[in-house]
């Protein structure tokens, strides 16, 4: 969403924002995909309208836009990379009867996407699937966890946690 780099594009790689409908059109036309692992989202941050807005644009709707293009140029599958994040606080680990209880724009992006992706799949022949990876960070992702300990182990130094629970 945002600063696309055509540095970064080549003719492996399409570059286009995922809400840009004929952007998503032409990558799929040039590249015909048969799998579809669909990462794409806007990652969390605080709740400011700006930032709730994009996440629903690009968590929801671009998921719909990359929905449709792997419909019409007849993607075989579709892997959704969803989020823990809709289960809300509740308890680690989730169980397939923990409710879903989104509470950052981020999570109501996730779900919604995947409610489309379980909508478009009903329609056939394209087979969805759904995952929900843990702990994945990116390099444009702000500090966390995994950030602190890839920059002690850059430096040489050694990783000091404090609190919480060995799982």
């Excluded at 996440?55 to 823990?84: C, Y």
């Excluded at 169980?95 to 478009?120: E, F, H, M």
């Amino acid at each position: 969403y945002g600063d696309w780099s055509s540095d970064v594009c080549s003719s492996d790689l399409a570059c286009c924002d995922i809400v840009d409908k004929s952007c998503v059109g032409r990558a799929f036309a040039e590249f015909r995909p048969d799998t579809v692992f669909h990462l794409a989202a806007k990652p969390d941050s605080p709740e400011e309208f700006e930032h709730m807005e994009a996440a629903v644009e690009v968590t929801a709707l671009g998921t719909l836009h990359v929905l449709e293009a792997s419909k019409q140029f007849g993607v075989r599958d579709f892997v959704f990379a969803g989020s823990s994040k809709v289960y809300g606080n509740h308890e680690i680990p989730t169980r397939s009867n923990t409710p879903v209880d989104p509470v950052s724009s981020y999570a109501i992006g996730k779900y919604a996407g995947w409610q489309l992706c379980k909508l478009y799949g009903l329609s056939g022949p394209m087979r969805v699937t759904g995952i929900q990876p843990a702990f994945v960070y990116g390099p444009r992702q702000n500090w966390n966890l995994l950030s602190y300990v890839a920059d002690c182990a850059a430096k040489n130094q050694p990783v000091r946690l404090m609190g919480g629970k060995q799982t």
